[in-house]
């Protein structure tokens, strides 16, 4: 039987407590978050699939002439992801839709991150998907509210018991550190 975490008590600034195979840990929640989004981008970038929010007043940016190339060369790469847009010409673009996760104040700068993503000079298709996708995870895991609830983290816990990687965000960082009960026992004489 698979690991589960039971026992889940927020304790305050993105943190919980848990049992998690029978070992006490501490979780932080926006990495966990950011596992969890994640992995959902990196699926819908390989699937070719995504969800896009479309925005109510449609944001106009305008871009190098360096950047709007790479952004209309990887056109299909931004759909994937979830954003709609309309190519203006001279530099400019039309933001319409965002990825569902994303709120339509960050498109701009996530915008920009990614084409910095596309301008890098690795050329294998997996890992720019991973560098996209670790892009977004970022942004969305910063918006994770202060104070959530055990079962909030109870269901993020759950979902991320369904993930490749338990263990660290895509940028190598430990989603929960382990206590052991002999640590607390000689913490606490």
Do not use: W
């Not at 969890?36 to 969800?51: F, G, I, P």
């Not at 952004?71 to 709609?84: H, I, K, Q």
């Not at 890992?127 to 909030?152: G, H, P, W």
């Amino acid at each position: 039987a698979e690991a589960r975490f039971e026992n889940v008590c927020c304790i305050g600034n993105h943190l919980a407590t848990a049992l998690y195979g029978g070992r006490l840990v501490i979780i932080d929640l926006r990495r966990v978050q950011e596992q969890l989004v994640y992995e959902n981008y990196l699926q819908r970038l390989q699937n070719c699939s995504s969800v896009s929010q479309q925005l109510l007043f449609p944001q106009l940016l305008t871009l190098s002439n360096e950047e709007y190339a790479l952004l209309e060369e990887n056109e299909v790469d931004f759909a994937a992801l979830g954003f709609d847009i309309t190519f203006k010409g001279e530099g400019s673009i039309e933001v319409n839709g965002t990825p569902a996760d994303i709120e339509a104040d960050e498109a701009d700068m996530l915008i920009y991150e990614l084409i910095k993503v596309f301008d890098s000079p690795e050329s294998a298709i997996e890992v720019r998907r991973r560098t996209l996708a670790a892009t977004i995870a970022r942004s969305v895991a910063r918006r994770i509210a202060a104070k959530i609830s055990s079962e909030e983290a109870q269901s993020l816990l759950d979902r991320l018991c369904e993930c490749q990687n338990r263990s660290f965000t895509p940028a190598g960082k430990a989603i929960m550190a382990e206590l052991s009960f002999d640590e607390l026992r000689n913490k606490l004489g």
